[in-house]
């Protein structure tokens, strides 16, 4: 019999707990009441926040921002990193829609541009799990490389003549709501039942939590890591091209700065950097909070350069607000 | 000359549900060695921490030196000469000895921003000198042996006026030589009227070393030991607050079963050269040797966590490929690595899914998801069997003690029905009680067929569970042992005989 701290402080059993206490004591719902206190205010000091139009238009772009952060999050839960996801964006929609403007189908045509992109985060994925090199600077290099490649092959001219039936990917409606709002919803089912029902989803966020003891334990732990790293250029491929279809062309410059919106996204929801924590659902809110943010600003008619630094100050405000309550608990 | 260095007075401290310290007092002499002993979670490095600062009390008062105390920040209390040495070290493994050494109170040359390496390197060998060490200054500090770490730390130590050294088990992961070379320094320190607190599970040492034992039990004083005239059973009785037997001893096995796993010229330079052992079915193959002989990196290359740059592994009389840690579970293999928190478990997450890791495919439901059901049903049926103590089986694993996370690390094994099971340290760091414990359960796996390597740093631990034993020295096999022949002189014969001419540590 021994006697110990830990014994004696009961930790009630989740099971037993409330659904509305879990949710109240939820990591998620800080962050979610911020959220709807920042809609309060900006709803309250730009009315036209609240207008169907608008709203559709917000849940549009953070629907697109959300997904490339989902590919993020699974990369980040082990502790790693992924700088590429921005111009991956740009490679993937520029392979799809040179394929789709010259005639080849739609359906082919997106799927070369996910094979591409998949294949470039495969790269990235086999230098860090096999070779390893530090994430940090093997998609450091996969951002130049994927951008270069871009600029280089469409000497920076838009690729146009994208067919009509594609557009309502990004442009349509379904049953009211934007497509890509629905496609974004059904990834993060997706991507929450991978990561908290499957044994891939348990090893990611066991990586993060002690990587030695995951390896040990007789986890293939380079599998997974190179999955992930394909997992997120996926995520980036499948909004680089839905971008396609809501500009009608494929521009070089697409997804440029999108990485830093995945990573705070991510960071404001919640995410560690250092691996082992962080949820879908964080990310969700975490990516609303910022788009919220920004478009607010824009009805406030505050210039977008100081737009950007005041989504600076937030992502500080957020990360430091979590360590604080680390700190405390 | 016995003057009083400290009074520790009804100390009380409580955390979040927990009363921690109830009316603790403890007096320290100038250069009296006291140990300080008690289960884990007795409240021992509570106690040390409200002396250095590092948590205030609710009540009860420090005098230091006669003086009513309260040192603000650990800073202080290293400034009014209090020093601690963790168990796991504190220093900077990516730098030279002189850099951790002077690290904070560096020297400069005189008016200068520039590091006065000459005067420091002085400084530094007289201090090595002194406490009879050699050290390659050149070196990474990370690069060098535990014991000369900490022997650094204690340098680093009596750089500044120290008048108490507070060690949380300085010994655990030294050798017995090095162990003996540690108490020198000790013996020195304490004749030069500085006060040692001797935090130890290592009940032989406490009685070797101390002059004075004082006993806390759930977080009160539970009495106090003369390691003159008191006996160690007197000890643990004090510890644990009723009779237990000192050491489990297994009965001696004499059944000789089938090979299970032979392995032949096993070697990876630098710290493997030549492994060859046979293992039997149900057999408990101790394996003994220094710090350094190359236990740890042996069985890392039998599971493939490192590679090795020849030699076979043979289970059931066939070569198997073994290259990475999941080949080895495959082959039947379970591996428990000797540093719980940094090799075993995943901190943050619960006793559940740290005891299900290395089982998820047989917790499927569909071929695809985790079945929480299956997961539970799999966890709470170890628990029982290894009676571990949680309130919940959701608890983060590194709430607990360290026996019962030890005993969640061994739960874990278990369920992947292992044939072979190695053992790295499985009682490093954890209370008597709970070590009397996973003594018994070793020996009951081996009854029922499986075969366990024993590696162990604790002599009594490999005499009184071992069918035979296994020496190494400096990446050799330097014995096989049957039970009948071994003793703690016939293995400390084989790990040290070829070191008579060898330097120091």
Redesign the interface.
Known sequence: ??????????????SSRSLISRIIQSKESAIFLALIIIMGVISFVAPKFMSAYNLFLVSRQISLVTIVAFGELFVILTGGIDLSVGSLMALAGMTSAYFMSTGTGVCVSVGLGLLVGGAMGAINGALIAYVLIPPFIVTMGMLSLASGLVLGLTKGWPITNIPERFLPIAQGTFLTLPVPLWIAAALAILCH?VLT???FG??T??IG??E?????????VRKIKFMLYVIAAVAASIVGIILVARFNSAQADTGKGWEMDAIASAVIGGTSLAG??GSILGVVIGACIMGVIRNGLVLMHVSSYWQTAVIGVIIVLAAGLDRLKAKRS | MASTLFEMRGICKAFPGVRALNNVDLTVQTGEVVGLLGENGAGKSTLMKVLAGVYKQESGEVLWLGQPTRFPTIQEANRAGISLIFQELNNCPNLKPLDNLFLGRERFIKGLPLLNYSAMRAKALELFDYLGITVDLDKEIGLMSTAIQQMIEIAKALLTDVKLLIMDEPTSSLSDKETAMLFKVIRELKARGISIIFISHKLNEVFEITDRVVVLRDGENAGEIDPRTDTMEQLINLMVGRELSTMFTRRSNDVQGAEVMRVEHLAGPPRVLEVDFDLRQGEILGVAGLIGAGRTEMARMIIGADRKSRGQVFIDGKLVHIKSPRDAVRAGIAYLPEDRKRQALVLPMSVRENLTLSIHSLVLRMGLFISRAKENAVTDSYVTQLDIKIADREQVINNLSGGNQQKVVIAKWLATKPRILILDEPTRGIDVAAKAEVHRMISALADQGVSILLISSELPEVLALSDRVMVMHEGRVKAILDRADATQESIMNAALVTEASEVQV
């Open positions: 019999m021994e006697i110990t701290a830990g014994d004696s402080v009961p930790v009630r059993a989740s039942v029902y499957t044994a348990r090893r966020y066991a939590g002690n030695q003891a995951t390896f040990l334990s007789g986890i293939d082992g924590s």
